[in-house]
């Protein structure tokens, strides 16, 4: 059993930037890519940011230049560092986690809600 827990979603206001993490834990074996998502109310759930194992990043275009994802494998946890907010930036944040055997879990979310 895996569990991913992700945490720092906040009410923020346009500009600001918050920090999630997300942390993996149970009967990991061979973790690959960990990423983010997201999704708004009325919306598909959308990538955000991609890491994997080695180190090779894929942003969606919303986020480039604005988020940073970074990994400490040794702790199978991922940030996301968000600058810049925007409030449609506002959504539901979801970790999930994929092992080289392509097996997937998905954390609970944590809410972001940018507004002023």
Same mark, same amino acid.
Request: hydrophobic fraction near 30%; include cysteine; aromatic fraction near 14%.
């Given at each position: 059993q895996v569990q991913l827990v992700e #945490? *720092? *979603?906040?009410?923020?206001? $346009?500009g600001g930037s918050l920090r999630l993490s997300c942390a993996a834990s149970g009967s990991i @074996?061979? $973790? %690959? &890519?960990? *990423?983010?998502?997201?999704?708004a109310p009325g919306k598909e759930r959308e990538l955000v940011a991609l890491i994997t194992r080695g180190g090779? !990043?894929?942003? &969606? %275009?919303?986020?480039? *230049?604005? @988020?940073? !994802?970074s990994r400490d494998n040794a702790k199978n946890t991922v940030y996301l560092q968000m600058n810049s907010l925007r409030p449609e930036d506002t959504a539901v944040y979801?970790?999930?986690?994929?092992?080289? #055997?392509y097996d997937s879990y998905w954390g609970q979310g944590t809410q972001v809600t940018?507004?002023?």
């Open positions: #945490s *720092g *979603g906040d009410l923020v206001q $346009p @074996f061979s $973790p %690959n &890519a960990m *990423g983010w998502y997201r999704q090779t !990043i894929t942003y &969606a %275009n919303s986020a480039k *230049g604005r @988020f940073t !994802i979801y970790c999930k986690m994929t092992t080289t #055997s940018v507004s002023s």
